[in-house]
C-alpha cells in the first residue's frame, strides 16, 4: 500500500530535550516536506527536500533541521524543543513539487501526522 | 497577513445539498489553486486543483471556481454526502520550483442525514 508514515503519531516532552519525528514514504517520491498545524493558522511549510541530501527552507524552519540522507526518509529533528514548538506536525510526499502543474506528479501525500507538546 | 483566507471556519448542509466553500487570495502571483480534505487523525487528501489559465474544473461530485478578477474560488459539492463532512483546505501556489502551498485556515464541513 502506497502511504507516508510518521513516528510517533503522539509525543509530550519537556523544553531543550532533543527529539527527531521520523517520517517514510514508500513511493519513491523525490519531494518531501514537512508542515506544521496550528490553531486560526492553516498549514505551514518548515522544510523540504527536493531529492536526497538537497534539503531547504520553508517558511517557518527557525529551531528545526532534516536531513535526507536516502530518498525513503526525511527525519524533522528539533535541537532543543520549546513550547512554541507544541503543535500537529505533518509530513508529505510527491514526485514534483506540489503546485508546478505536472498533473498527477506533483500530488502531494500527507501522514497521519504526530501530535507534539512541549511543556 | 494572511495571503489565503477562508472566511467560513465551519459550514452545515442537509444531505443532497449542495454545499459551496470559499476561497479569497491576495497574492496575484498565485497562478495554481487545490483543495484538500482532511478527517480527524488523518493527514490532508489531495481532492481537486484548477490552473489559472481555466475558471472551471470538475471532478465527480466536485467542482471549482475560479475568478481571477476578484481572487476568488469555490469548490461546490454536488449532492452533499455525509462522507464528505470534513476539513476543507484552499491552498495556493505560484508555480515556483519549491513547491510551497500556502493553505487557507481551512473550513469544517458537516452534512447532516
Known amino acids: 500500500e502506497a502511504q507516508v508514515t510518521q513516528n510517533p503519531r503522539y509525543l509530550i516532552t519537556v523544553t531543550g530535550k532533543k527529539l527527531t519525528v521520523t517520517c517514510s514514504q514508500n513511493m519513491n517520491h523525490e519531494y518531501m516536506s514537512w508542515y506544521r498545524q496550528d490553531p486560526g493558522l492553516g498549514l505551514r511549510q518548515i522544510y523540504y527536500?527536493?531529492?536526497?541530501?538537497?534539503?531547504d527552507k520553508g517558511d517557518v524552519p527557525e529551531g528545526y533541521k532534516v536531513s535526507r540522507k536516502e530518498k525513503r526518509n526525511f527525519p524533522l529533528i528539533l535541537e532543543s524543543p520549546s513550547p512554541n514548538q507544541t503543535s500537529l506536525y505533518f509530513c508529505?510526499?510527491?514526485?514534483?513539487?506540489?503546485?508546478?502543474?505536472?498533473?498527477?506528479?506533483?500530488?502531494?501525500?500527507f501522514g497521519p501526522g504526530t501530535r507534539l507538546t512541549v511543556l | 497577513d494572511q495571503q489565503v483566507k477562508q472566511n467560513s471556519p465551519s459550514l452545515s448542509v442537509q444531505e443532497g445539498r449542495i454545499s459551496i466553500l470559499n476561497c479569497d487570495y491576495t497574492n496575484s502571483m498565485f497562478d495554481y489553486f487545490l483543495w484538500y480534505k482532511k478527517y480527524p487523525a488523518e493527514g490532508p487528501t489531495f481532492l481537486i486543483s484548477?490552473?489559472?489559465?481555466?475558471d472551471k474544473n470538475e471532478d465527480g461530485r466536485f467542482t471549482v471556481f475560479l475568478n481571477k478578477s476578484a481572487k476568488h474560488l469555490s469548490l461546490h459539492i454536488v449532492p452533499s454526502q455525509p462522507g464528505d463532512s470534513a476539513v476543507y483546505f484552499c491552498?495556493?501556489?505560484?508555480?515556483?520550483?519549491?513547491?510551497?502551498?500556502?493553505f487557507g485556515k481551512g473550513t469544517k464541513l458537516s452534512v447532516k442525514p
Open positions: 508529505a510526499s510527491s514526485f514534483r513539487p506540489p503546485g508546478t502543474r505536472r498533473g498527477t506528479l506533483d500530488t502531494q501525500y
Open positions: 484548477i490552473s489559472s489559465i481555466k
Open positions: 491552498a495556493a501556489s505560484d508555480g515556483g520550483s519549491q513547491g510551497n502551498l500556502i
Open positions: 527536500s527536493m531529492n536526497v541530501e538537497v534539503t
